[in-house]
Each structure stands twice: as C-alpha cells, then as structure tokens.
C-alpha cells in the first residue's frame, strides 16, 4: 500500500527437455552360419519409441573386434574357436541410453574353401613336361600344394605344379592332387 505496482521479468532458462525416459530395448539375436568366412548379422529388434538410433559392436569371446560396428560382421579366420555376440547399443534424445547384447553363437567353425577339379596340360610322353592347371580356388589368395601321381600311387619327390615324365612312368596313367590350405579354413584336396 502506498506504492506503485512493479514488474520484473527473470533470464529465460535453457530449453525444457523431456526428464530422461527408458528406451524399449530387446536382447537382439544373431542370423548366419558360425564359420569363417561367413556373414553374420544383427537383428536388434524393435526399439522404442521410434525411432531409435542403434550402433552396432560385435565381440569375440566378449572381447571387442576392432572395426566391427556394422549390423553385419565376416568372420575372419582369427575367430575361429571363439563365440561371437552383438551389442546394440541405442540413443534418442531425452532418453537414457540402453545396451544389449545378443546371445553368443556357436564357436566359430572353419570355413569351407571354394575348390576347382585340376587339369593338366602338356603331352604324356616320356621326357614332356606335365602343367598343372588348379583351377579358381577361393577366397583367394590359398596356398596350393600338389602332388603327382603314376597310376595312383604318389611319384616321390613330384610335389611341383609341373611334372617332366620319366621312363619309370611309361605304360602309367599320371594324375595330379592340388591341395589348398587358408588360415581358418578346413583344407581341401581336389584331383
């Protein structure tokens, strides 16, 4: 009483956010074949309120795999013998991050190498020289080894990707085993 009326306005605060709220995350799980050389992929599952921004980390026996934040993941032949999971980790604004991890695979098999029947070239005759041809083997690059035979029976000493005929092979059928071996990979013997 006795005074005029006065009004102030304060500083504006920052922007109101929603208080955190906890995103809906389901255990994601993995599909593919647990072998080197495979792909494996995350299926997160359905993450709520839409939408939901997911960062992949795969892991081999829950150690984190270098480089490995794709929603898919080939294995390499370093986790051959390890249980691979997938953490999926998602964020949105105004809500607190979540993390799940996915279920461990079986223990990572070798993988199975894409092999070729060899052929040979070259003339059968006694001092000629015989070629192996191996064929496309994959994934590339895989180390071939041979081995040259005269009527099925191992030539001692023929382990080269040629062969030259000796007078011991006149009268013999000669064939060649090309073998191919990858770090990770179960070896495989072509004839």
Same mark, same amino acid.
């Given at each position: 009483?006795?005074?005029?009326?006065?009004?102030?306005?304060?500083?504006?605060?920052?922007?109101?956010?929603?208080?955190? !709220?906890?995103?809906?995350?389901?255990?994601?799980?993995?599909?593919?074949?647990? #072998?080197?050389?495979?792909?494996?992929?995350?299926?997160?599952?359905?993450?709520?309120?839409?939408?939901?921004?997911?960062?992949? !980390?795969? #892991?081999?026996?829950?150690?984190?795999?270098?480089?490995?934040?794709?929603?898919?993941?080939?294995?390499?032949?370093?986790?051959?013998?390890?249980?691979?999971?997938? %953490?999926?980790?998602?964020?949105?604004?105004?809500? %607190?991050?979540?993390?799940?991890?996915?279920?461990? $695979?079986?223990?990572?098999?070798?993988?199975?190498?894409?092999?070729?029947?060899?052929?040979?070239?070259?003339?059968?005759?006694?001092?000629?020289?015989?070629?192996?041809?191996?064929?496309?083997?994959?994934?590339?690059?895989?180390?071939?080894?041979? !081995?040259? #035979?005269?009527?099925?029976?191992?030539?001692?000493?023929?382990?080269?990707? $040629?062969?030259?005929?000796?007078?011991?092979?006149?009268?013999?059928?000669?064939?060649?085993?090309?073998?191919?071996?990858?770090?990770?990979?179960?070896?495989?013997?072509?004839?």
């Amino acid at each position: 009483t006795g005074y005029t009326t006065a009004e102030k306005t304060s500083a504006a605060t920052v922007p109101v956010v929603a208080a955190d !709220q906890i995103l809906t995350a389901p255990v994601p799980t993995i599909t593919g074949t647990a #072998k080197v050389g495979a792909t494996l992929t995350a299926v997160p599952g359905t993450w709520a309120p839409a939408p939901v921004t997911l960062a992949y !980390q795969w #892991k081999a026996n829950g150690a984190a795999i270098s480089g490995a934040t794709a929603s898919t993941y080939k294995l390499a032949a370093a986790d051959l013998g390890k249980a691979i999971t997938v %953490t999926v980790t998602g964020s949105k604004t105004g809500y %607190t991050t979540a993390a799940k991890n996915s279920v461990a $695979t079986a223990t990572v098999g070798a993988g199975v190498l894409a092999t070729a029947v060899p052929a040979i070239s070259g003339t059968a005759k006694v001092g000629a020289t015989l070629t192996a041809v191996p064929g496309t083997w994959a994934p590339a690059p895989v180390t071939l080894t041979y !081995q040259w #035979k005269a009527n099925g029976v191992a030539i001692s000493g023929a382990t080269a990707s $040629t062969y030259k005929l000796a007078a011991a092979d006149l009268g013999k059928t000669v064939t060649v085993t090309v073998t191919g071996s990858k770090a990770g990979y179960a070896a495989a013997a072509k004839s």
